[in-house]
Structure formats: C-alpha cells, structure tokens
C-alpha cells in the first residue's frame, strides 16, 4: 500500500467514527473505535498524511511522539486526596491529568474544534514501563484515570524494525486492537502529493526522472545511504530561501539533505540545467505574451524535460493564487452573510493560525480577516469577491500563454505531454480550469491526451462538485 492509499483507509475511518445518529451520539461506540496503525520507513509522509485529513475533513490535529514521554507524563502525577466510604476517611492515591489529555483539551481550546485526530507517533518504541498505559489507549481511548475527550479519534504511526532499533514487535493483544496498514515509498503517490504541496519544480522533474530516487535507506563501505521523501521536501524549502535570497546552490547544501553522493551529485547537475532555464524563462515574459518560445534545436532530452516542467509548475502557479483569491472571497461573502460576524471572523483566525494554509491563501485569508474587522463587512466582502473574479478571470490569458510557449518551444512530444498530464494532479489547477475555464488546455488535451477535450473538461466538473460539497459541508 503507498501513502495515499493508507491516507484514504485512515479518512474514510475516522469520517465513520465521526458519524452520528440522529440523537446526536456516534454510531460506533467509543471501545469500537479501532485506533488505525501506520507502518513504514521514516520520512514517507506519515504525519504529515494525519494533519492533511484533518484539515480536509475541517476537524482538530494534535500529534505527539511517544517516545518523548514517561509513564509519569503520559497517565499523570500521583497525589494523595481524602475520601469517605463507609463513614470513614480514608488516604486514596489519585493521578493528575495525562500531559497528554490536557493538550487535547488545550487543542479544543485554541483549534475551536470539539473533535479531532489526535496522532501517536513511534508508538512501537514506548518503554516496558510505559506499554500497559499504551494498551489501555488503544483499547479504552484513555490514558490512567482520563479519557481521550468524546469526538477526538486516535491514529498511531511506527517505523518497520529495520529502520529503528528502539522498535519493540507489537504483540497479538496489542494488534487486535488496531488497524494496521503497512505502506511502501511510492514515487506516484510522492508526485500527487508533491504536486499540490509546492515541492520545488527541479525536484519533481528531477524524480520523474529517476523515480527509484525518492527513498533509499542501504548500508555501504562509506557509511549509510539514506534518502527519503522527506529529506526532498526539507530540501525544496532550502531551495525556495536560497533561490529568494540569491545564495549559490551547491553540492555541500544539497548534500546535507540527499545523504547519497551519487544522487547528490546527479540531482546537483539536474539543478544546473533547471536553473539554466530558469533564468531566461524568469519574470512574467511567458505569461505575459513577450517571450513567444525558445530555440531547443540543440537541447538533448533531460533539457528539454526541464523546460516542461518549468512550464508546468508556472502554469500551476498562476493558478494557485487565483484559486487562493477565489477560495478567500467565498469565505469572506459566507461570514459577511452570517448572523454572526465576529465569531466567523473568528473562526477565520482560528484557521490562519492552524498552519494548514498554504503561503498564497495564508495572505489571501490575512486580507479577509482584516477587511472584515475594519470595514462594513457585507460591503468588503462583495468588493473583494468581485476583484477576485475579475483577477481568475484576467489570468487565464496567462496560462494560456505559458502553455503556447510550451508548445512552440517542445512540440507535441513526450515532454509537453508529461508537462500537460502533470497539470492535471494539481487541485487547484484544476479548480482554476473548472471555475474560469481554460480553451488552450482543452485544445492540448484533445491532441495530447486523445480525450477530445472531454477529459480535462469532466475533471474539472469534478473538482466543482466536490468543491461545491464542501462548501455546503
């Protein structure tokens, strides 16, 4: 199973553990809740699948590493308290609350969510002394005398043994209170996920390259090779700073992260074509119409890739921040409508805060909670929506001048291809085509993908349905 199939398995349970009867009390009770239990190598998006289901599924997220807590701090301090039973008084030992419960209710408190994920990670790594109270969690949702509050939903995550020595083989007991899924690195599962997280373009194209890149763990004569998805996208921020603050890439940066000496070096070369490109490609020129193709007569095949996905990520780009536009203005004109404005507003902190916004709806939604808080609210609302239409509309020129540059420079061959199927896995791309419609990519798609139009036109329809649903949600 790769990562986004085991994403899938984990949302679709905790939507069922969310689900509520028509007295309000959930379906399956609290003690059938079985816990779900990811395994598999570091740095293959474990975590950060709990937090994305969380934040699609509009609920809280709180995640902890086991292995960071004692059993003192995990089921809570002894304290002496005074009882009655009989007529008598009697000295009892009582627990103060789990560290662990009490951020929970902290989360409710600061998230504004009454249920949520909370995530377990390395939970095979727990001490001998801390592994009963670890069985009482997954079986009971509780931890020493306090229970996981009503709606929170426990996810777990570990490591296989040959990755981590501290790994202690779960039992039989231990399994059938959980469901277990093991994942395997996945390049296609990376690349969709990649794709709609801004991962830096020369790293995408670089492993559409060489897929068998994106994880190796393996022991040799110089010491351990270990490269993992993580470690790209730790590098892809690295890249961004880098590229902002014009510092040099070199090898000893991009060694830090691919702890691999040949793919550092075949990912260090890869780079300097991208950027070669980069450059004479840089600025609005493209989108804008000025710089109508390039001469590639004499670019060999891994150029030429490059160039396409260069393309690519300027196409998405463009449409990433209408869509961040788009999607502000709908929650701006939802709170302006409210009965309550203030609370919508928010909620709209709340969300700001949470870290689950992307640069370009971070700023988006920055500008709708202080247009709210300032001016008339309806007034704002309705005159920021309107910009932010006329801004998806005025873009669509622009991607489709990119893709005419693609065209015109690649041909209709295997690279512009990639590049058009490619566009296709982006979320917000395809919202942008749903929403402001895009001639140019239908007309691509007919020749490239032989779906007469058809294909790209019935995503995004789609994209707008689920778009819609979950608005209504």
């Known amino acids: 199973m790769n990562i986004l199939e085991a994403k899938n398995e984990i949302k679709n349970a905790v939507r069922i553990y969310l689900a509520k009867d028509a007295n309000g009390n959930y379906e399956i009770p609290v003690e059938r809740q079985r816990p779900t239990l990811v395994i598999g190598a570091p740095g293959i998006g474990k975590t950060a699948i709990m937090s994305k289901i969380a934040a699609e599924l509009d609920i809280g997220f709180l995640g902890y590493t086991i292995t960071h807590h004692t059993r003192q701090s995990a089921i809570g301090l002894p304290f002496i308290s005074q009882k009655n039973f009989g007529g008598k008084e009697y000295s009892v030992t009582e627990y103060t609350m789990s560290e662990i419960v009490a951020e929970v209710y902290e989360a409710i408190e600061t998230q504004g969510k009454k249920e949520g994920i909370l995530f377990i990670d390395e939970i095979n790594c727990v001490s001998e002394t801390l592994a009963p109270a670890m069985l009482e969690l997954l079986q009971h949702k509780k931890f020493g005398a306090h229970k996981i509050p009503d709606g929170w939903v426990l996810t777990a995550a570990g490591n296989p043994e040959e990755y981590n020595k501290s790994v202690?083989?779960?039992?039989?007991?231990?399994?059938?209170?959980?469901?277990?899924?093991?994942?395997?690195?996945?390049?296609?599962?990376?690349?969709?996920?990649?794709?709609?997280?801004?991962?830096?373009?020369?790293?995408?194209?670089?492993?559409?390259?060489?897929?068998?890149?994106?994880?190796?763990?393996?022991?040799?004569?110089?010491?351990?090779?270990?490269?993992?998805?993580?470690?790209?996208?730790?590098?892809?921020?690295?890249?961004?700073?880098?590229?902002?603050?014009?510092?040099?890439?070199?090898?000893?940066?991009?060694?830090?992260?691919?702890?691999?000496?040949?793919?550092?070096?075949?990912?260090?070369?890869?780079?300097?074509?991208?950027?070669?490109?980069?450059?004479?490609?840089?600025?609005?020129?493209?989108?804008?119409?000025?710089?109508?193709?390039?001469?590639?007569?004499?670019?060999?095949?891994?150029?030429?890739?490059?160039?396409?996905?260069?393309?690519?990520?300027?196409?998405?780009?463009?449409?990433?921040?209408?869509?961040?536009?788009?999607?502000?203005?709908?929650?701006?004109?939802?709170?302006?409508?409210?009965?309550?404005?203030?609370?919508?507003?928010?909620?709209?902190?709340?969300?700001?805060?949470?870290?689950?916004?992307?640069?370009?709806?971070?700023?988006?939604?920055?500008?709708?909670?202080?247009?709210?808080?300032?001016?008339?609210?309806?007034?704002?609302?309705?005159?920021?929506?309107?910009?932010?239409?006329a801004y998806g509309q005025s873009h669509v020129e622009k991607i489709e001048n990119v893709l005419s540059f693609a065209e015109k420079s690649l041909g209709k061959g295997q690279e512009l291809t990639s590049s058009v199927t490619s566009m296709l896995t982006s979320e917000n791309f395809v919202g942008f085509i749903a929403r402001f419609g895009c001639p140019k990519f239908y007309e691509l798609d007919s020749e490239l993908l032989l779906g007469g139009g058809d294909k790209a036109k019935e995503i995004a329809k789609r994209a707008l349905k689920d778009a819609t649903n979950k608005s209504v949600r």
């Open 168 to 389: 202690n083989e779960l039992d039989m007991v231990t399994l059938d209170r959980v469901r277990k899924f093991d994942v395997e690195p996945d390049y296609e599962a990376f690349k969709t996920y990649a794709l709609n997280s801004g991962v830096h373009s020369a790293i995408v194209g670089f492993l559409s390259l060489n897929s068998n890149y994106l994880f190796t763990a393996e022991k040799n004569p110089e010491g351990l090779e270990l490269v993992t998805p993580r470690s790209w996208e730790d590098l892809s921020y690295a890249l961004y700073e880098y590229e902002k603050l014009s510092i040099p890439v070199n090898i000893s940066l991009i060694g830090g992260y691919i702890q691999s000496a040949a793919i550092a070096s075949e990912f260090a070369g890869y780079y300097a074509i991208f950027q070669k490109f980069g450059i004479i490609v840089s600025g609005d020129e493209v989108e804008n119409g000025k710089l109508a193709s390039l001469d590639l007569s004499d670019s060999n095949f891994e150029e030429r890739f490059a160039l396409a996905e260069i393309m690519r990520a300027k196409a998405v780009k463009i449409a990433d921040k209408a869509m961040a536009k788009a999607e502000a203005a709908e929650a701006a004109l939802n709170v302006a409508a409210s009965e309550n404005v203030q609370a919508g507003v928010k909620e709209l902190l709340q969300k700001y805060k949470s870290g689950t916004l992307g640069r370009y709806r971070k700023s988006e939604y920055r500008t709708v909670i202080e247009g709210l808080s300032e001016l008339n609210p309806s007034d704002f609302a309705s005159k920021y929506a309107a910009e932010c239409e």
